[in-house]
């Protein structure tokens, strides 16, 4: 497990952020939101902070019907 941030860049807008996920305290700035399902793509990588809080909106705005 690193004990760095990650630079990652968002799949749905390309801006770059940093995950603080993998490291050691494990503490990054996304575990303080709400959960969203798991997308079906598994490498579509993390969202950036904006597009995150975005997707949790539309997601509350709109949930799907579940089966």
Same mark, same amino acid.
């Given at each position: ?13 390309? @801006?770059?952020?940093? =995950?603080? %996920?993998?490291?050691? &305290? ?7 939101? $709400? ?8 490498? @579509?990588?993390?969202? =950036?902070? %904006?597009?995150?809080? &975005? ?7 709109? $949930?799907?019907?579940?089966?």
């Amino acid at each position: 497990m690193s004990r760095h941030s990650e630079n990652q860049r968002c799949p749905a807008c390309g @801006a770059e952020f940093q =995950c603080l %996920a993998h490291c050691a &305290a494990n503490t990054c700035w996304c575990m303080e939101l $709400p959960r969203l399902p798991m997308p079906a793509d598994a490498d @579509a990588g993390c969202l =950036c902070p %904006a597009c995150l809080r &975005a997707r949790i909106e539309l997601e509350v705005q709109h $949930p799907k019907a579940s089966l």
